[in-house]
């Protein structure tokens, strides 16, 4: 199984100028993934850390294939770059698994999926268990059912 957390391009952070921190809640999701299963392949790309563009992050994620892309918005304000490189990712392939997290996709987690067809899941609050619990159930080719913290439309 191979996952992939994105932290997106952008070009200017109005609440921190031009200081871009790193992306510490994907960074830990990898991680946790990572020591929880040793078979999947994670990976992480940091755009800002890479200087990646819109069409540097199309190629890296054609290179990659992933079966599942992480993204998370801190706040509203993240959700457009979020949802362009979902979309992305879904030009890629239709069939890759999104998933999104953070405060604003948690609190709005029902209308995210009603208004966006980029997203397939949305890992609401802490997301280490959650996400934990969806990949394997990915993997094991089982509706997520049982998973909590999780919402998804039922008709994927």
Known sequence: MRVLFVEPP???WFVMGEYMPPPLGILQLAAYLESRDLTWDIGVLDSQAENFGWKHLENYM??????????SALATCNTYTVLRTLGIAKKINPAVKTVVGGQHFTALAAESLETYDEIDFVVRGEGEITLYELVKSLEEDKVPVDVKGLSWRNNN
């Open 62 to 71: 054609e290179q990659a294939e992933p079966d599942v892309v992480v993204l």
């Open 10 to 12: 952008k070009s200017f």
